[in-house]
C-alpha cells in the first residue's frame, strides 16, 4: 500500500480548493516487474499445476 498525499501535488487544486484538470487521479495503480529471483512470496496467482482436459 502506498499513501500519496494529493493536497501536496502542485498544482492539483484551483484557487477555490477544486481538483485542477491537471490534479492526479482518485485512484492510482502501481505495477512493479516480476522479480529475477524467487523471494520468499509466490509471485503467480495459480499455484498448482492445471489438470489435463
Known amino acids: 500500500m502506498?499513501?500519496?498525499d494529493c493536497e501536496a501535488e502542485p498544482?492539483?487544486?484551483?484557487?477555490?480548493g477544486t481538483?485542477?484538470?491537471h490534479a492526479l487521479p482518485d485512484f492510482l495503480v502501481l505495477l512493479n516487474p516480476a522479480?529475477?529471483?524467487?523471494g520468499p512470496f509466490r509471485a503467480a496467482v495459480e499455484t498448482f499445476d492445471r489438470p489435463d482436459r
Open 19 to 21: 481538483p485542477s484538470p
Open 11 to 16: 498544482g492539483g487544486r484551483t484557487a477555490d
Open 35 to 38: 522479480p529475477s529471483e524467487p
Open 2 to 4: 502506498h499513501l500519496i
